[in-house]
């Protein structure tokens, strides 16, 4: 087979892949900048105060969303504004509850501690779906993301997981987990509003603006009442907080787009537990934090976890036929 021929047969299926696969690489996307921001939080965390780096997160986001939204003007869905507003509202406090404890989270432990424990939210999500959005209830959703978290906690190994003196734990570390274990939650809840909101079409740029609105004027509110306030020295630090806030942005975007996408969060959020991955081997390469063969295997747990709850999810994401009910408790009404 000549060569041109071979690379017009991979063209084509590479064009199908991302045709027919789209949620998949929106979460990769998305769990690429995620990664980059927790990383980027760490780095950061011995020049400023946590206070400062989310509120310069939450001002990308706001001006990332701004800008997105002069170019492409998009507008909101005509129909039931009132109910789309509201939805955006508590996914915005959602969001903002979530990007705060996170940012916290990352400073107080480390990025591999804290990104472990948020990605247990996979079983949150699962549970959730089947009991508001009507998903099916299937051995294979449950024992993939039960996986997933076990892949999780081998891979950053948490001194609080693996039998630390708890006399040996820090106070301030063990606050950062408590944060991640809340971000969890939060995070596993705003996976199932993305759901509600793309129900009503409602572009990517006003979940993140709304976000904006209310982080921003938040971060600045904590600056000035525990007077933490620091400006940048140098180009470095400018580029390095704006990036987290780019990265956040489109992290979040990517995410809604995912969910949006394949309308089954539970497969979205199992398939973010890559991002554990992702840190650690950052975590290796930018700041020399080791792991163990341990962690490797807890890796390969992650990637096997993925890889099923993407296969065992196809033959159930299909439309319902017009003549089956489906009963989700929360529904979209017109």
Known sequence: MAPATVCAKASVVCLDFITQRKEVLYSLLSVTMYSCADLL???????????????????????????????????LPLGDRRKVIGLLAINSLLSSASELVTTLANVLATPGDTVAIINTAPTVVFVLSVLLLGDPFTLAGISFSVLSVIGVALVTQPPILVGTLV????????TGVSLAGGSAIIEAVLVIMYRFIGNYDIPPVYVTLFNGLICLPLGLTFCNVFDVWSTPHSIGE??????????WYLAVTSLYLAVKEKQRPVCVITLMTSEVVIVMIGQYLLFRVENTWIGYIGALLIMVACI???????????????????????EKTS
């Open 308 to 330: 099923g709850i993407e296969v065992s999810g196809n033959g159930v994401d299909e439309p319902a036929d017009e003549n089956e009910e489906a009963h989700p408790i929360i």
């Open 167 to 174: 006399g040996d734990i820090s106070n301030e570390y063990v």
């Open 41 to 75: 939080i760490y780095y950061l965390k011995g020049r400023f105060h946590m206070f400062v780096i989310f509120t310069w997160i939450s001002a990308g986001i706001f001006t990332a969303s701004v800008i997105d939204g002069v170019v492409r003007r998009s507008p």
């Open 238 to 247: 400018v580029f390095a907080l704006s990036s987290t806030g780019v990265a």
